[in-house]
């Protein structure tokens, strides 16, 4: 697992602490005590006991950028790329000049100091580094390899059908790895009650971060879906931990998506997604997925211009699922949307995707409109060619 942000969190705390050490070349024996000394103190601060020690290794940062872009290749392979760019663009997130895998490269080995691996439960650090972020790396990755002996990660990973799903679990993994690794660098520090280390985390991980050029000049919907792990789990594990105290968030209690994460009273309150299927043929689609609450406010935030993104008020949003299909004039995108009440269905239509006409590209269509989904509030977004032959007779949904 790919700690890209936990460097913003270390230089939070170095500041704090007015640590600068030096980078020094890490040899394996120096590797392997690190982590003898720091695996009570993850396991600590998680309130779980390691069933056996993480096997760890040294390798260079070639290595680790070699293996790190083979593992991206398998998880975004070139059809997925097409069908997120293709939804992405037509929902004004994308610029048609950005090429994604290239960025995504670029973004994945932009800064590598370490991580845990799954497939293989080994766990992986670089030789340099200064000793401030190597400590802080081994702890964030030391959970990861914790958690991976009470949950199955890979499985839970490598299951894409649902990507707003997806996304909640992801949060409570990085989540509670980043606590974990701010209560082993600062245990001085009420970390869980102190309001000011909180704002200054949000400050740092939501503004420029210093030697990651190619993340500060990413598009807002790339930047925020990397930061949210880290920082809305962060923030759902501060809540969880004060209010469910040494109990896990794994396994049913897991948040199933990222309304739960930013709204942890929806969790409180059984507040469940409603899962939508698409009726038609899906011959010509070549992408599927949900978009979920907070993909929802980056659109807001996007689509008005708006570099920072909103997450304070609920949206009412009950579940979403949306399809791109393959045309000869161009990409389709068909998405519907259920509410938790009409009213919330409402502001959907009109204070967020009310402005996609703005960014429609040429010989498109696009079509907003409110529509029942079963017994729910719901709203339809189609954004397609004029001529697309579907236009008679749209695809849809049935709420399961």
């Given at each position: 697992m790919k700690p890209l942000h936990v460097l913003a969190c270390l230089a939070l705390l170095a500041a704090c602490r007015g640590d600068a050490p030096a980078a020094q070349q890490l040899e394996q024996a120096e590797l392997e005590a690190l982590v003898d000394t720091l695996m009570p103190q993850v396991a600590e601060a998680a309130g779980l006991e390691?069933?056996?020690?993480?096997?760890?290794?040294?390798?260079?940062?070639?290595?680790?950028?070699?293996?790190?872009?083979?593992?991206?290749?398998?998880?975004?392979?070139?059809?997925?790329?097409?069908?997120?760019?293709?939804?992405?663009?037509?929902?004004?997130?994308?610029?048609?000049?950005l090429d994604l895998s290239t960025l995504f490269v670029d973004l994945y080995t932009e800064q590598i100091a370490g991580f845990y691996e799954p497939d293989s439960s080994m766990l992986y650090a670089v030789g340099g580094g200064n000793r401030l972020q190597l400590k802080g790396i081994l702890a964030h990755e030391l959970t990861h390899a914790l958690q991976h002996q009470y949950v199955a990660l890979d499985s839970i990973l490598a299951d894409r059908a649902d990507a707003d799903r997806l996304?909640?679990?992801?949060?409570?993994?990085?989540?509670?790895?980043?606590?974990?690794?701010?209560?082993?660098?600062?245990?001085?520090?009420?970390?869980l009650?102190?309001?000011?280390?909180?704002?200054l985390l949000r400050s740092q991980l939501t503004g420029p971060t210093a030697d990651l050029e190619v993340f500060n000049s990413a598009p807002l919907v790339i930047r925020t879906g990397l930061i949210f792990p880290y920082l809305e789990g962060a923030t759902f594990m501060r809540w969880w931990i004060n209010n469910r105290g040494r109990e896990q968030p794994y396994g049913a209690a897991?948040?199933?998506?990222?309304?739960?994460?930013?709204?942890?009273?929806?969790?409180?309150?059984?507040?469940?997604p409603v899962a939508l299927a698409f009726e038609d043929d899906a011959s010509d689609v070549i992408h599927e997925d949900t978009f979920g609450e907070f993909e929802?406010?980056?659109?807001?935030?996007?689509?008005?211009?708006?570099?920072?993104?909103?997450?304070?008020?609920?949206?009412?949003?009950?579940?979403?699922?949306?399809?791109?299909?393959?045309?000869?004039?161009?990409?389709?995108?068909?998405?519907?949307?259920?509410?938790?009440?009409?009213?919330?269905?409402t502001n959907f239509r009109e204070r967020v995707v009310a402005g996609l006409p703005k960014v429609a590209r040429p010989g498109y269509r696009v079509l907003i409109s409110e529509v029942p989904v079963g017994a729910h509030a719901g709203v339809q977004v189609v954004v397609a060619p004029e001529g697309w032959s579907r236009w008679s007779a749209l695809p849809t949904v049935v709420a399961r």
């Open positions: 390691f069933r056996t020690r993480p096997a760890v290794a040294v390798r260079s940062k070639e290595q680790v950028r070699t293996f790190l872009l083979a593992k991206l290749a398998k998880e975004l392979p070139p059809e997925r790329i097409e069908g997120l760019v293709a939804s992405y663009r037509l929902l004004g997130l994308l610029p048609d000049s996304a909640a679990a992801q949060a409570v993994l990085e989540g509670q790895a980043t606590v974990v690794m701010l209560m082993v660098l600062a245990p001085d520090r009420d970390i009650s102190d309001d000011g280390v909180w704002e897991m948040p199933t998506s990222t309304e739960q994460i930013l709204h942890p009273s929806r969790l409180q309150q059984g507040d469940a929802m406010d980056v659109l807001r935030s996007g689509l008005a211009g708006i570099q920072a993104v909103a997450t304070d008020l609920a949206l009412g949003w009950g579940g979403d699922r949306l399809r791109v299909y393959r045309t000869p004039e161009g990409p389709a995108l068909v998405w519907y949307s259920v509410w938790d009440e009409p009213r919330f269905a």
